[in-house]
């Protein structure tokens, strides 16, 4: 197709214009003669995508760098822990680093041009990117760096008291009271090296919380899988302040062996149990600041390592009396702290500031009794699979009865009596020949109250049976208003629900839960359960023949 060019003319006339407008505009749309495409140059670049921002947790983060760092590993070498030559380990984990004292660590990353952040050569803190995250304070820098401050409220002189304002007056409430809530004591607690006998060389650093009144030593898991031992799976029956004979599940392992931080000397624990959490805070922890505060203390500041990186994960009982045994003793005025030297170390025991008083709910308590529970034994099994199909069991069977359930009949033999209505009224069959202290358990009952009546509100029919099952026990004399109770006598409040049994799910049944426990205690652990009166599976069989 060719297009023939307007010739040159003073005066065009309009059809011709138009006719060659209309020309060029369809060349310009034409997509094979087009004069654009044609002068267009392809090109290989792609116009790139917009990126898209997606929110990702810092465990998938943290797992990628994991990941990132093990490629990394695997292609080179790692370099040795400039302070130990360990390569098993860097800075950041070295107990020999952690044991120096604030300002060596500093003294020391300033000489190896170390970073901050992350305690790695190349680069700066204000260029880090792979910041550690303190264990302590949840703040940007390694554990190992953590410093513990003083914090106090800033007191006006009087001479130069100035008015403020009442944003001033809050801000100083508020310093006030985060200080009054700060753990005002310390305990017996020592920073220590672990290690099992069969490698002695591979030691952890861990802090160790020297119990008197736990009857066995105590580790936690994690430091178990650190050293890397054989342990045998038990059964515990633990006795707390909380719980009586309560059976965990836990890990044997013997061989452990542990030495104080600036100490050679090593101490064989004989055997130790594993368990999950052991319940201290950190803050409990005596440190140099704590011996400053108490003239008494204050030439001991140089012998109390700073506050290391590290788990309190180690509870080492009086089955191991030689790290238990004190060697020296320093006390002061009566409710003065008193400190005192172990083979393991000093510790500071008692008040940590003479200006804080002891605030809040929160104490530790960790007086511990531990049973072993033997396994049961080939023999012991196959006894018990015969008691099953020794028919003697079945026809002597009244002569086994026990002295509770002869003191139950007692009992009830000579209390039990018929009211006027004509039910009968027998005693409560304590354990006891009194009515035992039971601790007060209104606080927990109330609480399961309101979960109650806000379901009671919540559903109607649930609310209409609830009420009418009620109403019905008051009616037959099963219930009746609690009369008042004298001041100092004993009071058990128990709690109630209602259930459905699964083939009537239309009549709702309240129970009255005796076995709620509070304070580690139930209305049924103080009763006695009285002889067995079910007939046994040998005797309904009988009858069914029949």
């Given at each position: 197709?060719?297009?023939?060019?307007?010739?040159?003319?003073p005066?065009?006339?309009?059809?011709?214009?138009?006719?060659?407008?209309q020309?060029?505009?369809?060349?310009?749309?034409?997509?094979?003669?087009?004069?654009?495409?044609?002068?267009?140059?392809?090109?290989?670049?792609?116009?790139?995508?917009?990126?898209?921002?997606?929110?990702?947790?810092?465990?998938?983060?943290?797992?990628?760098s994991?990941?990132?760092?093990?490629?990394t590993?695997?292609?080179?070498?790692?370099?040795?822990?400039?302070?130990?030559?360990?390569?098993?380990?860097?800075?950041?984990k070295?107990?020999?680093?952690?044991?120096?004292?604030?300002?060596?660590?500093?003294?020391?990353?300033?000489?190896?041009?170390?970073?901050?952040g992350?305690?790695?050569?190349?680069?700066?803190?204000?260029?880090?990117?792979?910041?550690h995250?303190c264990?302590?304070?949840?703040?940007?820098?390694?554990?190992?760096?953590?410093?513990?401050?003083?914090?106090?409220?800033?007191?006006?002189?009087?001479?130069?008291?100035?008015?403020?304002?009442?944003?001033?007056?809050?801000?100083?409430?508020?310093?006030?009271?985060?200080?009054?809530?700060?753990?005002?004591?310390t305990?017996?607690?020592?920073?220590?090296?672990?290690?099992?006998?069969?490698?002695?060389?591979?030691?952890?650093?861990?802090?160790?919380?020297?119990?008197?009144?736990?009857?066995?030593?105590?580790?936690?898991?994690?430091?178990?899988?650190?050293?890397?031992?054989?342990?045998?799976?038990?059964?515990?029956?633990?006795?707390?302040?909380?719980?009586?004979?309560?059976?965990?599940?836990?890990?044997?392992?013997?061989?452990?062996?542990?030495?104080?931080?600036?100490?050679?000397?090593?101490?064989?624990?004989?055997?130790?149990?594993?368990?999950?959490?052991?319940?201290?805070?950190?803050?409990?922890?005596?440190?140099?600041?704590?011996?400053?505060q108490?003239?008494?203390l204050?030439?001991?500041?140089?012998?109390?390592?700073?506050?290391?990186?590290?788990?309190?994960?180690?509870?080492?009982?009086?089955?191991?009396?030689?790290?238990?045994a004190?060697?020296?003793?320093?006390?002061?005025?009566?409710?003065d702290p008193?400190?005192?030297?172990?083979?393991?170390?000093?510790?500071?025991?008692?008040?940590?500031?003479?200006?804080?008083?002891?605030?809040?709910?929160?104490?530790?308590?960790?007086?511990?009794?531990?049973?072993?529970?033997?396994?049961?034994?080939?023999t012991?099994?196959?006894?018990?699979?015969?008691?099953?199909?020794?028919?003697?069991?079945?026809?002597?069977?009244?002569?086994?009865?026990?002295?509770?359930?002869?003191?139950?009949?007692?009992?009830?033999?000579?209390?039990?009596?018929?009211?006027?209505d004509?039910?009968?009224?027998?005693?409560?069959?304590?354990?006891?020949?009194?009515?035992?202290s039971?601790?007060?358990?209104?606080?927990?009952?109330?609480?399961?109250?309101?979960?109650?009546?806000?379901?009671?509100?919540?559903?109607?029919?649930?609310?209409?049976?609830?009420k009418?099952?009620?109403?019905?026990?008051?009616?037959?004399?099963?219930?009746?208003?609690?009369?008042?109770?004298?001041?100092?006598?004993?009071?058990?409040?128990?709690?109630?629900?209602?259930?459905?049994?699964?083939k009537?799910?239309?009549k709702?049944?309240?129970?009255?839960d005796?076995?709620a426990?509070?304070?580690?205690?139930?209305l049924?652990?103080?009763?006695?359960?009285?002889?067995?009166?079910?007939?046994?599976?040998?005797?309904?069989?009988?009858?069914r023949e029949?």
């Amino acid at each position: 197709m060719t297009f023939q060019p307007l010739q040159a003319h003073p005066e065009v006339p309009v059809a011709q214009e138009s006719e060659l407008i209309q020309t060029e505009d369809r060349i310009a749309c034409n997509p094979i003669a087009s004069p654009l495409l044609m002068n267009h140059k392809p090109t290989d670049e792609r116009v790139p995508k917009r990126a898209k921002a997606l929110n990702t947790s810092a465990q998938r983060n943290n797992s990628t760098s994991e990941m990132t760092s093990k490629e990394t590993s695997n292609s080179k070498p790692k370099p040795p822990c400039p302070t130990c030559k360990d390569e098993t380990h860097g800075v950041a984990k070295c107990p020999t680093f952690a044991a120096k004292s604030m300002e060596d660590k500093k003294a020391f990353i300033h000489e190896n041009h170390l970073c901050f952040g992350c305690l790695r050569k190349g680069h700066s803190s204000k260029d880090c990117k792979r910041r550690h995250t303190c264990g302590t304070c949840n703040r940007r820098h390694p554990t190992c760096l953590h410093e513990e401050r003083d914090k106090r409220p800033v007191e006006a002189p009087e001479k130069h008291s100035t008015p403020t304002d009442d944003s001033a007056s809050q801000e100083i409430k508020v310093t006030s009271h985060t200080v009054m809530q700060r753990a005002s004591a310390t305990s017996s607690i020592v920073p220590v090296l672990m290690s099992s006998a069969e490698e002695p060389q591979r030691e952890v650093l861990t802090y160790a919380l020297l119990d008197t009144q736990s009857d066995s030593t105590f580790i936690l898991e994690d430091l178990l899988e650190e050293l890397n031992v054989d342990t045998q799976p038990v059964q515990l029956k633990l006795s707390t302040m909380t719980a009586i004979d309560t059976v965990i599940a836990s890990k044997s392992v013997s061989g452990l062996q542990v030495r104080g931080l600036h100490s050679e000397k090593q101490i064989q624990l004989r055997q130790a149990y594993s368990r999950n959490f052991i319940p201290v805070d950190k803050s409990y922890i005596p440190t140099k600041k704590t011996a400053l505060q108490w003239p008494h203390l204050k030439h001991l500041a140089n012998k109390l390592p700073p506050l290391q990186g590290c788990e309190v994960g180690l509870l080492i009982g009086n089955d191991c009396p030689l790290a238990l045994a004190p060697l020296e003793v320093i006390t002061g005025s009566e409710n003065d702290p008193f400190a005192q030297r172990t083979e393991l170390g000093w510790s500071i025991v008692g008040s940590s500031n003479p200006h804080l008083d002891r605030q809040g709910n929160q104490r530790f308590v960790h007086r511990v009794a531990v049973k072993e529970i033997p396994a049961p034994s080939t023999t012991d099994v196959l006894k018990v699979l015969e008691s099953d199909f020794n028919e003697k069991r079945y026809k002597d069977r009244d002569k086994y009865v026990s002295q509770d359930d002869v003191r139950f009949v007692q009992l009830l033999s000579d209390n039990i009596s018929q009211k006027e209505d004509g039910h009968y009224e027998m005693p409560v069959p304590f354990k006891s020949s009194s009515p035992p202290s039971l601790p007060n358990n209104k606080r927990l009952t109330t609480v399961q109250l309101q979960y109650l009546k806000k379901r009671l509100k919540a559903n109607k029919p649930y609310n209409d049976q609830y009420k009418a099952f009620m109403e019905e026990m008051m009616i037959r004399g099963d219930a009746e208003p609690a009369p008042k109770t004298p001041e100092g006598q004993t009071v058990w409040y128990i709690p109630h629900h209602g259930v459905y049994h699964p083939k009537k799910p239309e009549k709702l049944r309240v129970v009255f839960d005796c076995s709620a426990k509070f304070h580690g205690v139930s209305l049924n652990d103080m009763l006695l359960t009285g002889p067995d009166l079910i007939n046994s599976l040998l005797v309904l069989y009988k009858e069914r023949e029949q």
